[in-house]
Structure formats: C-alpha cells, structure tokens
C-alpha cells in the first residue's frame, strides 16, 4: 500500500482536513469516525477555522476509556475541546461506543454506515483500541489495554498508574465496513509499524494490518 509521505505535521493536519471538509460540503448528511489521540489535534484545530456546516453530519468515536467520562482525559471530554463545542453539531449527533453494544452497531448500521473514518494508529500497530492479537471478526466490545498502550498513554494521565487499564472500542470489522478510511501517522516512532502494517503480512498481530483487505484506505505520515 502507498504511504504518502507529507512534509510536517502541518501539511498532514490540512491534508486530512481537506479530505474531511470535501466529505462534508459534497454530502452533508455524512457519517464520520472519528479518533483522538495526539496525532489528529491539528486535524481538528484546522478543521474548525474552516467553519463548515456540521448540522446534518453524524459522528461516531472509534472508542472510549472505561473511566469517569468527566474526567479531563477522557475521550468525550477531548472530543468537546477539541471539536464539538467549536462547531455548530447537534450534541445528539455525536456517538461514543455504548453499551448495550449492538445498539452501538445498530445506531452505525441504521445511519447506513460510516463515510468516512479517519484513523491514527498506535505504536504497537492497534487501531482504535484494538490490539495486538485482536480478530479481524471483532466488533464494538471491552477490551485490556495492552501494556504498551498503557505506557504511551501514561504521558496524557501522568504516571502509568493512573493510565485506564480498559477501554471500549470498535471493532475490525466495525471499522473495516467504512466506505473509505484514512489513517494518518506522525513520527519517526511510528514508521517502523506503519510499514509493517501497510507492506508486511496480514496478520492479527498487527492490527492495522486488516487495511490491507479494504479497497478504499488512504495513509498519510509525517516525520
Ligand atoms: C490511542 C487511541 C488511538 C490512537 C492511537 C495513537 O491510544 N486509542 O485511536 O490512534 O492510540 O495515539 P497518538 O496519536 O497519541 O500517537
């Protein structure tokens, strides 16, 4: 699969902004996925300065800690700053994986599916909060964070103690059913994996991986 190499993270953030922005102006009512983490933060920070109009977009987060959600470091408190309270999206419109489960699936399945899902992707190779190991079958449901994650994520919770040890996530095949996926990358620390996971075998392993059976991924990367 082709990395496309970008030049900063600048360019990374506006180029997967442009893909985001022409999603919405050509289909407002789409379907988003939507990651956080430290990679899409100048994602976001460019997509809201190009003010579109979010009324009839519907998101879906890819996935959640099991922690307090008013926690500062918890996904919808990150998705809040970052992106819903600077648009003008219907707080009814913005999903995060709840139980039970399959109403989760429903609630995606019943909108007719993801558009457009933008991915980052973790040191290990997980995608969402899939980890290594996880079957490409799997779909929204409770995982343990692998002990690679946890210490990755310690930076944000500032000690591994305090880190969530589980999370909720969508599935492989959850993600795998989007009509078009993006996946950006940024750092050094991550080229090693991204080409194991865009060049190297399929495995299970290396969950990003699975991209390689969709016929519709873009990936982008920045040093
Ligand atoms: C986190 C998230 C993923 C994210 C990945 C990379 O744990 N659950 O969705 O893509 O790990 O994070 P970062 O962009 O901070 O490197």
């Given at each position: 699969?082709?990395?496309?190499?970008?030049?900063?993270?600048?360019?990374?953030?506006?180029?997967?902004?442009?893909?985001?922005?022409?999603?919405i102006?050509?289909?407002?009512?789409t379907k988003?996925?939507?990651?956080?983490?430290?990679?899409?933060?100048?994602?976001?920070?460019?997509?809201?300065?190009?003010?579109?109009?979010?009324?009839?977009?519907?998101?879906?987060?890819?996935?959640?800690?099991?922690?307090?959600?008013?926690?500062?470091?918890?996904?919808?408190?990150?998705?809040?700053?970052?992106?819903?309270?600077?648009?003008?999206?219907?707080?009814?419109?913005?999903?995060?994986?709840?139980?039970?489960?399959?109403?989760?699936?429903?609630?995606?399945?019943?909108?007719?599916?993801?558009?457009?899902?933008?991915?980052?992707?973790?040191?290990?190779?997980?995608?969402?909060?899939?980890?290594?190991?996880?079957?490409?079958?799997?779909?929204?449901?409770?995982?343990?964070?692998?002990?690679?994650?946890?210490?990755?994520?310690?930076?944000?919770?500032?000690?591994?103690?305090?880190?969530p040890?589980?999370?909720?996530?969508?599935?492989?095949?959850?993600?795998?059913?989007?009509k078009?996926?993006?996946?950006?990358?940024?750092?050094?620390?991550?080229?090693?994996?991204?080409?194991?996971?865009?060049?190297?075998?399929?495995?299970?392993?290396?969950?990003?991986?699975?991209?390689?059976?969709?016929?519709?991924?873009?990936?982008?990367?920045?040093?």
């Amino acid at each position: 699969m082709e990395i496309k190499i970008l030049k900063s993270y600048k360019e990374l953030s506006s180029t997967v902004a442009d893909i985001v922005e022409t999603q919405i102006k050509e289909h407002p009512l789409t379907k988003l996925g939507l990651p956080t983490g430290s990679t899409p933060f100048g994602m976001y920070e460019e997509i809201v300065n190009r003010k579109l109009d979010w009324s009839l977009v519907i998101t879906f987060n890819l996935d959640v800690y099991l922690m307090n959600v008013n926690h500062p470091e918890s996904y919808q408190n990150y998705m809040r700053k970052n992106l819903f309270d600077r648009t003008n999206i219907f707080p009814d419109h913005s999903h995060f994986p709840f139980r039970p489960f399959s109403a989760f699936e429903d609630k995606i399945e019943g909108s007719m599916g993801i558009d457009l899902c933008i991915l980052g992707i973790g040191t290990n190779g997980h995608i969402a909060f899939n980890e290594p190991g996880s079957s490409f079958k799997t779909r929204t449901r409770v995982v343990n964070l692998s002990e690679q994650t946890i210490e990755d994520n310690s930076r944000f919770f500032g000690s591994v103690d305090d880190t969530p040890k589980q999370a909720i996530t969508m599935g492989l095949e959850t993600i795998m059913e989007s009509k078009k996926i993006v996946l950006m990358a940024n750092g050094d620390h991550k080229l090693n994996i991204l080409n194991m996971a865009m060049n190297g075998e399929v495995t299970e392993d290396v969950p990003a991986s699975v991209l390689q059976n969709h016929d519709n991924v873009e990936v982008f990367y920045c040093d």
